[in-house]
């Protein structure tokens, strides 16, 4: 290869840096060095910084011509020469080089290096971040052994020295989020989120994160209340998980609650307005009535119910018959 590329460069010098490029990445992939290594060399080579970003991966590496990592949140330059990791994907890793025309070996760099790149995150970051079921099972599943859990993570994406959460939901596969990352849409189903842990303490996140869940609504008429809850906003309510069982028989006030509803279709909403509000006319607006009217209603309420729910520990009362209500959901 050296004498190839010393014919190479006498007859074209571009063609024989080229060739030296490529050699020069084959020895790096066969020694089976790491990400940052490649871009170093990305960088040294070209004589500019060099930069990689895989956000799905949460990979981010930048090294300076002198081969100093020194990395930066700023947004590349669109004039930068960049290549994709992937054929047709967006770009991932830059050549901090503006103002002038790519050069053919700036072009062969960017290759050479995105593609040892891609073959290292992907032999150690997993292709499918964040959503490969067996891995996600794997992580959350406390009689795993801690390696095998610390691997499943590390296929995952997920950085062992960071925070995650799990995420549950009524029907569906468990999730895996970065602590600082999105839960849910806004449109999506009932969600349970688990408390932010280290990676090896996701089992027990995913375990609140199912205790969180069934304290859930749907958000309806028929059953109002917050359709996502994060585990860690719970407090002491979580104890009430504890000695309710899905599916058992409604206790007194739950059952009271069933019959006024079924009496009153505005009953469960405007109720739900006044536990969930600081004050009467915060749950006039929250149910969408005039402050008149909620008082109106809640007079009937409370001869359906058989309890007041405008004193402090009538409403107490209702908040727990409400959540309670949730809670025996089979």
Sequence with gaps: MKELAGRLTALDPDAGAAVRVIAYFDRLAEARVGVEALVRGAAVLAGVPARLV????????RVEADGTRRDSDLTPDPEWPCAALTPGGAPALWLERAGAVPSVVDAVILERAAGAARLVLDRTRG???????ALVETVL?????????????RRLGLDPQAAARAVAVPSGRPRVVAAGGPVTES?????????????LDLPRSWAAARTAL???????AQDPGPRVVYADELGGIALLAEVVVPGAE????????EAAAADAPWLLTTLYAVVATASLRAAATEANVHHSTL???LTQAEHLLGWPVRTPQGRLRLHLALTTRRLTRA
């Design 54 to 61: 895989d956000a799905d991966r949460r990979v981010r590496v």
């Design 127 to 133: 292709r499918a971040p964040l959503d490969d079921p």
């Design 141 to 153: 599943d406390a009689t795993a052994g801690e390696p095998a859990r610390l691997h499943a993570a």
């Design 187 to 199: 449109a999506g189903p009932r969600t349970g989120v688990g408390p932010a842990v280290p990676v």
């Design 214 to 220: 069934r304290f859930t609504a749907e958000g309806t």
């Design 250 to 257: 409604p206790p007194p006030d739950v059952q009271a609650l």
């Design 295 to 297: 008082q109106d209603r």
